[in-house]
Each structure stands twice: as structure tokens, then as C-alpha cells.
């Protein structure tokens, strides 16, 4: 129905950086929110960053002035641009799109998860 696909973590060193991608593909009238979560081993998933579909934004504080998350509404595409990277970041990394369908069915999806590694 909507698949969403996450692509760009990898491994890093502390104070590096990376960019994360998340595409949604399948039967899409619109995007709401879009969201970056990410959980480490042993702890909850929590909320990174967040997009309206008219780009107002929110960070967890762990991660502002780090981390900026943007979005291509043409291309169903969102984006984690993550500066200074820390150890603690290591997680696997969720994207989250509120979505309607072309049935005018709204719901959450979910990605794979991509992991994050930032160690030296």
C-alpha cells in the first residue's frame, strides 16, 4: 500500500556527519507530518525531529542546532542532515510519514529503520 524507504546511515566518527533519506512510494494522495525517530539498544524510540508539510520543524533537545530535517513534498522525500554527531546518537534510526492514501485513508506508516554507529 505505502512503503516507506530509508537509505544513509552507516558508520561515522564522533564529530562527523551524515544525511539520511526516507521516500514514500505506493498509493499516496498527500503527506502530512514527517518525523525522524530512533531507538538505541535497551531504550524507547523517541522522536528526533519532525516536519509539517508546510515545514515548520521540532527537535528533540538532545539534537538541536545538530540535526536539521527538511522535506521534497514533490518527491515524498524527507531528509535528517546530522552534524557534530556523538556516540550517544548510535541508534537505528525510523522514519515516520502521516499519510492519506488515494482511498482518503489516514494512518501512520513506518520505514525499516537505518542504524547509526558514530564511534571512534
Known amino acids: 500500500q505505502v512503503q516507506l524507504v530509508e537509505s544513509g546511515g552507516g558508520l561515522v566518527q564522533p564529530g562527523g556527519s551524515l544525511r539520511l533519506s526516507c521516500g514514500a512510494s505506493g498509493s499516496i494522495y498527500r503527506i502530512d507530518d514527517m518525523g525522524w525517530y530512533r531507538q538505541a539498544p535497551g531504550k524507547q524510540r523517541e522522536l528526533v525531529a519532525s516536519i509539517t508539510s508546510g515545514g515548520s520543524t521540532d527537535y528533540a533537545d538532545s539534537v538541536k542546532g545538530r540535526f536539521t530535517i527538511s522535506r521534497d513534498n514533490a518527491k515524498n522525500t524527507v531528509y535528517l542532515q546530522m552534524n557534530s554527531l556523538k556516540p550517544e546518537d548510535t541508534a537505528v534510526y525510523y522514519c515516520?510519514?502521516?499519510?492519506?492514501?488515494?482511498?482518503?485513508?489516514?494512518?501512520?506508516?513506518w520505514g525499516q529503520g537505518t542504524q547509526v554507529t558514530v564511534s571512534s
Open positions: 515516520n510519514g502521516v499519510v492519506i492514501t488515494r482511498t482518503l485513508f489516514r494512518r501512520g506508516f
